[in-house]
């Protein structure tokens, strides 16, 4: 493949993963291609940011380069997939980060091409995505390692098929806003007992941010981490025990079922 990336779209993801290739040494600049509907504010910015090759014309996007990501709102992307058809070759790779967009409804709008259907987080805007990335029959082995990498420059991707995205969106997806919940809920905690504002925020965060990492650095089962910090009639255990009463696990569990569900809805 050609060492050059497109990207249809220069909103908030795709200049997320621009910002990863570009901080990762992925990509080099000179690499990277962007078109977008028009040049001010968003493709203006994105130019004098990241000093990237801008583009106005769709045709030049799809002669430019093999991959392409395409990062516009779902609508738009069902509407713009028939008008780029006559500039697709059997070589491109197309990749939708659409919410919402199986890759039969894209393969409907394209016909049959490498299709890679991916799920990033916001946390992209932060290098800490995680992404899901779903290939179609017609890609390699090659192409898809391709995109794992890309999406691997801002955060972590893995494959999986496509069938599995409702459970994605509910345990990556949506899931950043459940957990500022859980630190704006632990932060409110902390103020009930004394703690100024500013402070709650910031232990609460990092509390969170050190337990994410000892789950990630150690390998250690999350129940075992558990174990060791709850002492025989600690305060832990009491913290614990009041989370058990009021359904905790079985409510986290609800809301990553509500968010798959209503993802599933959304596909139909
Ligand atoms: N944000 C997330 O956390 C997240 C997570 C996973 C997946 N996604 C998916 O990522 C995709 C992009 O989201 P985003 O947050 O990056 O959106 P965004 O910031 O709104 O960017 C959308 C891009 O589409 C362009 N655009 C707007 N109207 C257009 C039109 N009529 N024709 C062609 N291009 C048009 C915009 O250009 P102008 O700015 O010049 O109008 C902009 O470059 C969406 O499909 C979303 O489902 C987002």
Same mark, same amino acid.
């Given at each position: 493949?050609?060492?050059?990336?497109?990207?249809?779209?220069?909103?908030?993801?795709?200049? &997320?993963?621009?910002?990863?290739?570009?901080?990762?040494?992925?990509?080099?600049?000179?690499?990277?291609?962007?078109?977008?509907?028009?040049?001010?504010?968003?493709?203006?910015?994105?130019?004098?940011?990241?000093?990237?090759?801008?583009?106005?014309?769709?045709?030049?996007? !799809?002669?430019?380069?093999?991959?392409?990501?395409?990062?516009?709102?779902?609508?738009?992307?069902?509407?713009?997939?028939?008008?780029?058809?006559?500039?697709?070759?059997?070589?491109?790779?197309?990749?939708?980060?659409?919410?919402?967009?199986?890759?039969?409804?894209?393969?409907?709008?394209?016909?049959?091409?490498?299709?890679?259907?991916?799920?990033?987080?916001?946390?992209?805007?932060?290098?800490?995505?995680?992404?899901?990335?779903?290939?179609?029959?017609?890609?390699?082995?090659?192409?898809?390692?391709?995109?794992?990498?890309?999406?691997?420059?801002?955060?972590?991707?893995?494959?999986?098929?496509?069938?599995?995205?409702?459970?994605?969106? $509910?345990?990556? $997806?949506?899931?950043?806003?459940?957990?500022?919940? !859980?630190?704006?809920?632990?932060?409110?905690?902390?103020?009930?007992? $004394?703690?100024?504002?500013?402070?709650?925020?910031?232990? &609460?965060?990092?509390?969170?941010? $050190?337990?994410?990492?000892?789950?990630?650095?150690?390998?250690?089962?999350?129940?075992?981490?558990?174990?060791?910090?709850?002492?025989?009639?600690?305060?832990?255990?009491?913290?614990?025990?009041?989370?058990?009463?009021?359904?905790?696990?079985?409510?986290?569990?609800?809301?990553?079922?509500? &968010?798959?569900?209503?993802?599933?809805?959304?596909?139909?």
């Amino acid at each position: 493949m050609k060492r050059t990336i497109g990207f249809y779209g220069a909103g908030n993801m795709a200049q &997320a993963i621009i910002s990863g290739l570009i901080n990762s040494g992925f990509y080099q600049k000179e690499e990277i291609y962007v078109y977008n509907h028009r040049y001010e504010p968003t493709l203006k910015k994105v130019e004098e940011t990241y000093g990237i090759q801008v583009i106005l014309r769709e045709e030049e996007l !799809f002669q430019q380069s093999d991959l392409i990501i395409f990062a516009v709102k779902p609508t738009i992307l069902t509407q713009i997939l028939p008008q780029i058809n006559p500039y697709l070759q059997k070589e491109h790779v197309l990749v939708s980060i659409a919410a919402g967009v199986s890759i039969q409804q894209i393969e409907k709008l394209t016909g049959p091409h490498k299709i890679i259907r991916a799920m990033p987080n916001t946390p992209a805007m932060v290098n800490q995505a995680m992404s899901s990335i779903s290939p179609n029959k017609l890609t390699t082995q090659e192409e898809i390692q391709l995109v794992v990498d890309v999406f691997d420059s801002f955060g972590k991707a893995k494959v999986v098929s496509e069938e599995l995205i409702d459970a994605v969106v $509910g345990v990556s $997806g949506s899931a950043p806003a459940y957990v500022y919940l !859980f630190i704006e809920a632990l932060a409110d905690g902390a103020v009930l007992e $004394g703690l100024p504002r500013d402070d709650a925020y910031e232990f &609460a965060t990092q509390a969170v941010l $050190g337990a994410a990492k000892m789950v990630e650095d150690t390998g250690k089962h999350p129940g075992e981490l558990k174990d060791m910090v709850t002492s025989p009639k600690g305060t832990t255990i009491a913290a614990v025990q009041s989370l058990e009463e009021s359904n905790f696990r079985a409510s986290v569990m609800k809301a990553v079922e509500a &968010a798959a569900k209503k993802n599933h809805e959304m596909n139909k």
